[in-house]
Each structure stands twice: as structure tokens, then as C-alpha cells.
């Protein structure tokens, strides 16, 4: 079977059927054009029936490639992590304008993948960046990307504040985290690409708000005087979120709109109660 026989056979989305040539044949876009009728091997082809199989089934293209695009740059991912999504671009941008200009410290609580740690690093190598998670896998794979993109990031692992070792006291500019937001009873949760995702990277299993009220309430004690806490949150979490930066003594409490015109991000600035 040639390479445009196995695409016009295929029935997934032509663009998907040409990633996964793309991955399994080492070619570029172009190339699958001008290889069209290249055949294929026995191998490739058993390979490429397989992984269409799992796309068929559900899975999400990001964990059969084993790898998702964000802010520009190539990131490996996992089951044992969440997929990037552009959303999450506005909170690693909001993090980005709130740093002060001089030599700074950032800490990435609940890295996952490492995507916002990295690309902190990678966009401010001046700055400090911390990064914590409580799984073993997901710091595996955080290590496997600061590695492909040469970025020094400061480790460490625990439950949010709880970690293994830690910045020092008031000496953070920047708190930022995507924390599980979804409520434990939310349709969603057994739809798409969130039926494969780690659930407790997605839900805390309760009312979505859990991690919110440990991130806010305990970020006074290793933030600097003026320093800023960054959440990504759900769409319709604002009012709550930015309750709880108010009661906690934050100031300038400012939530951020993503593409699609959603609340997405909040943050506020601590002014050292």
C-alpha cells in the first residue's frame, strides 16, 4: 500500500492521518506530498494501523505522538500529565508581564509537564525558576523536556506548599499554577480528550475549588512584598477566585479574559498583610 492509498483509505481527518505517516515515517508535511506513492513497509504499515486504532478509540493525537506544541515550542507528553492547551498560553503570559524587569523568582506550583516552568525560563533566563508537583511521573517527564530545551529549573516535589525543599520565605515575585479546577461531578470529566487525562491533574474531587483555597491562602508566606499569584481557572470561577485573593489580603485582584472571551486568569498582589 502506497502512502496516499493508506490516507484515502484512512478514516480519521486527513490532517491527523498525516501526522501519524509523519511520525511513524520520519518525513515532513512536504515530504508525505512529494513520497505519495512510496509504499509502504509491512512494519510502518502495522504501526500506522495500530496507532490509528487508538486515535479511532479516542485517544488524543497529543499522547500518540507523545508530544504537544505550546507557546511555540515542542513539549513531550504523557498519560501521567495533562495536554497543553493555548489557554493556558494567557497565564504564562500574565506571569511574564507581572515580572519585574531585574533578576526574579518564579515558582510553578503543579508543573505537570513543566510547560510553564520551561517556557519561563526559556523567555527570562535571568530569572529563578522553581517547579513542584506531586507526581513522581509528571516530574519525570518535566525533567525529560527542561533536558530537551536546556532550561535550569529548581526542583522539587510535595503537595503544593508541602514539598521537599522550598524558596525561601518572601522571596517569591511570582506564584503561578493551573491547579485541578474541575468539580468532581462535571459532565465533562467523561468527555473527549478528558476521559484520557490524569483525573486528579483535572478534578480535585470535590467542588473544583480545593487547590485554590491552599494556593491563595498560604502564598503570603513565600511571596515577596508586591509579589503576584497567577491562577488559570474555569470559566465560571472568577467571582469565586477572586473572592478568595480578596479575603487572603491580596490586592489589585485583576481576572483576565482568554481568546474566546472566557474568564480564564486571575491574579492578585500581595501587599505583605
Known amino acids: ?39 509502504l513497509s509491512d512494519n510502518a504499515l502495522n504501526r500506522l494501523n495500530a496507532l490509528q486504532q487508538r486515535r479511532i478509540m479516542g485517544e488524543p493525537m497529543a499522547y500518540i505522538l507523545g508530544e504537544k506544541e505550546f507557546y511555540g515550542r515542542m513539549f ?33 506550583l503543579g508543573c505537570g509537564s513543566g510547560i510553564l ?27 525529560k523536556n527542561a533536558e ?7 526542583w522539587t516535589q510535595g503537595n503544593w506548599y508541602q514539598c521537599s525543599r522550598l524558596p525561601e520565605k518572601n522571596s517569591v515575585d511570582i506564584i503561578i499554577s493551573n491547579p ?35 494556593l491563595i491562602n ?13 491562577l488559570e481557572h474555569g470559566f465560571n470561577q472568577a467571582d469565586t477566585i477572586r473572592q478568595l485573593l480578596h479575603h487572603a489580603g491580596f490586592k489589585n485582584i485583576q481576572t483576565l479574559s482568554d481568546l474566546a472571551g472566557l474568564d480564564r486568569v486571575s491574579y492578585g498582589v500581595w501587599q505583605g498583610v
Not at 9 to 19: A, C, D, T
Not at 183 to 197: I, K, N, P
Open 218 to 230: 498560604g502564598a503570603g508566606r513565600f511571596l515577596k512584598n508586591g509579589g503576584t499569584i497567577c
Open 1 to 39: 500500500m502506497t502512502i496516499h492509498n493508506w490516507i484515502k483509505q484512512s478514516p480519521l481527518p486527513r490532517l491527523e492521518s498525516r501526522m501519524l505517516l509523519q511520525a511513524v515515517l520520519g518525513l515532513s508535511s512536504a515530504q508525505i506530498v512529494t513520497h505519495s506513492e512510496d509504499k
Open 76 to 108: 513531550c507528553v504523557d498519560e501521567s500529565v495533562l495536554i497543553p492547551r493555548p489557554e493556558t498560553e494567557l497565564l504564562l503570559e500574565t506571569a511574564l508581564f507581572r515580572l519585574p524587569e531585574t533578576p526574579a523568582i518564579v515558582w510553578d
Open 117 to 143: 516552568a520551561i517556557s519561563i525560563k526559556l523567555q527570562r533566563p535571568d530569572c529563578t525558576v522553581w517547579a513542584s508537583d506531586i507526581s513522581d511521573n509528571a516530574l519525570k517527564i518535566a525533567h
Open 148 to 154: 530537551r530545551h536546556q532550561a535550569q529549573i529548581e
Open 180 to 214: 485541578p479546577y474541575i468539580a468532581y461531578d462535571d459532565a465533562h470529566l467523561t468527555q473527549g480528550d478528558l476521559r484520557f487525562e490524569p483525573q486528579n491533574a483535572l478534578t480535585d474531587f470535590a467542588d473544583g475549588l480545593t487547590a485554590y483555597r491552599t
